[in-house]
């Protein structure tokens, strides 16, 4: 089964880590994924930019409305995904349990249905 596995944590702590200090995270996911691609379980993955680039859109009685910034202001902001291939919620966890980003914050563990007549991705596939 796929999970999503959303990484939350404040932009405000990873900044007061330090460049040295990002980096090595950087580095500890990127040896996850690259784990996980080996086991067969590594669909995707990939941080996003800070939540200043971020924009909103909903759309309510036929209009479209944008607002910067992120959904909800919270603590925590969703700061990337890692989109794995687990056994059960139990592995998952175990897995979301080894992002770097779970030090400093919360890593959201998700099922992800399967929708039939979604396009397959063209990339990210093991």
């Keep these: 089964m796929k999970y999503m596995l959303l990484v939350h944590h404040s932009e405000e702590v990873l900044n007061g880590l330090g460049d040295t200090e990002r980096q090595r995270m950087l580095?500890?996911?990127?040896?996850?994924a690259n784990q996980l691609h080996v086991n067969g379980q590594y669909h995707d993955a990939a941080p996003l930019h800070p939540i200043s680039t971020?924009?909103?859109?909903?759309?309510?009685?036929g209009?479209?409305?944008?607002?910067?910034?992120?959904?909800?202001?919270?603590?925590?902001?969703?700061?990337g995904y890692f989109l794995i291939e687990a056994r059960n919620?139990?592995?998952?966890?175990?897995?979301?349990?080894?992002?770097?980003?779970?030090r400093i914050g919360t890593v959201e563990v998700r099922p992800v249905k399967d929708v039939p007549g979604l396009p397959s991705p063209s990339h990210g596939e093991s």
Excluded: C, M, W, Y
């Design 27 to 32: 580095a500890e996911s990127v040896q996850l």
């Design 54 to 61: 971020a924009v909103s859109v909903k759309v309510r009685h």
């Design 63 to 79: 209009r479209r409305l944008v607002t910067d910034g992120p959904f909800a202001e919270t603590r925590e902001q969703l700061g």
């Design 89 to 102: 919620l139990e592995e998952a966890v175990d897995i979301a349990g080894r992002i770097p980003g779970a």
